[in-house]
């Protein structure tokens, strides 16, 4: 577990180094420190701070769902489903990127719930997850109000890939989900599109949020949760969820879910298994688990789903990562979810020939949570994160996500 940002910041830079971009990930830290800064100077930049909001009609409407600039869900009918597109940032050709939001507001009132996808373009079982908890709901009975937004990072999912295609010094490629809050006149405008969702959208609708995940292209993940444990109102949460492994650590600064916390907004992140395609089953076991969360909360009547309890999960609060040496095909030797013991071999590699040119080996006894799924390598790429409990945790652990 981090103890200060400077931790956090180590533990990004190793991440970062692995693919050889540390000069690029200091420069992401330092626009997050001044988009921290900006945020922290105009406490009330935006229609929404303060929980005075209200909602701002743009007047236009797209296929029949009307436009928002800003959105108080308390001003939305009582009783029924709402959908809407938020006005985002701008693209190049002056057009607005938007997103879709499906508000479900009780009969009565209550606690305020964020469910939130597509920060990163290519994670399906994610956006699949809220869309299936949305709908479960009958807001005729229901106290208080489920908010999703299922498509932030809308030009990486036009592409299914992970990271935005910003065109600031030619084209390159942005991870939104380094960029929270955001900040509404910053330097890119995946910074801005996250300032103007997070001030005018996602904050000031919620008392809790969670935002969902998947492992990445080319990088498969078990069922997990990422949770700071040490919060009592997220560990509540997370604990109801049917799924096996949680990662008990506070990860990176400019992710989502932290940037909730900071707000004082109970928040964690789910993953849910392998990017780019659909895995049914496992959804399943995060949408009852969602369902459990708004139970908790008085949002739904009923008796509780399975939880954690019901799946023995295993929490961890470090990730082992397991870098390739050598460039060649790697034939794992383990499965997601499987318990290894320190000094286990886990996956081989080999070259041209078919010659075997590295053994990879568990420096740790834990679970395997995520596992490289293209089968070719090249030196420095994560080959498989094994989830375990250190005594204390490091500055140098990554994880999958
Ligand atoms: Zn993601």
């Known amino acids: 577990m981090p103890n200060g940002p400077e931790d956090r910041l180590d533990r990004r830079d190793f991440m970062m180094a692995s693919f050889a971009t540390v000069g690029a990930s200091a420069a992401l830290v330092a626009n997050a420190a001044s988009a921290n800064a900006q945020a922290a100077a105009t406490p009330s930049a935006g229609p929404a701070a303060g929980g005075s909001s209200a909602t701002v009609y743009t007047g236009d409407t797209i296929e029949g769902k009307k436009v928002v600039s800003a959105l108080d869900v308390n001003d939305l009918e009582a009783g029924r489903k709402h959908l809407l597109y938020f006005q985002g940032v701008e693209m190049p050709g002056g057009q607005h990127w938007y997103v879709s939001v499906t508000v479900a507001k009780g009969a009565r009132p209550g606690k305020r719930v964020v469910l939130v996808s597509g920060v990163h373009g290519d994670e399906m079982s994610s956006i699949h997850t809220v869309q299936s908890v949305m709908n479960q709901l009958d807001p005729a009975r229901m106290a208080g109000t489920v908010m999703a937004v299922t498509d932030v990072a809308r030009p990486a999912l036009e592409g299914m890939q992970r990271r935005w295609p910003n065109s600031g010094r030619g084209n390159d490629l942005i991870d939104m989900n380094r960029e929270w809050p955001g900040n509404e006149t910053g330097a890119t405008a995946p910074s801005r599109h996250a300032g103007l969702l997070f001030n005018r959208l996602l904050r000031p609708n919620a008392d809790v949020a969670i935002d969902f995940h998947t ?48 707000a004082g907004i109970p928040s964690f992140c789910a993953e849910v298994g392998a990017a780019r395609s659909l895995d049914l089953e496992m959804i399943q076991l995060f949408v009852e688990g969602t369902l459990n969360v708004l139970k908790h909360h008085g949002i739904l009547a009923g008796p509780m789903g399975r939880t954690g309890k019901d799946v023995a999960v ?24 499987d318990k290894v013991t320190a000094g286990q071999k886990v996956a081989i590699q080999r070259n041209g020939f078919g010659e075997v040119v590295a053994e990879y080996t568990s420096g740790v006894a834990g679970e395997v949570t995520g596992q490289r799924s293209d089968a070719l390598a090249e030196p420095g790429n994560p080959l498989v994160f094994i989830l375990f409990h250190a005594a204390a945790p490091g500055g140098s652990e990554t994880y999958p996500e």
């Open 314 to 337: 295993f929490v961890g609060n470090s990730a082992f990562p397991i870098l390739a040496t050598h460039g060649g095909l790697v034939e794992h030797l383990v499965r997601l979810n």
């Open 215 to 262: 492992g990445t292209t080319g990088f498969d993940v078990s069922a997990f949760n990422i949770a700071g444990m040490d919060v009592a109102a997220v560990k509540a949460m997370v604990e109801l969820y049917p799924v096996g492994q949680i990662f008990d650590n506070h990860v990176y600064p400019g992710v989502l879910h932290n940037a909730f916390v900071d």
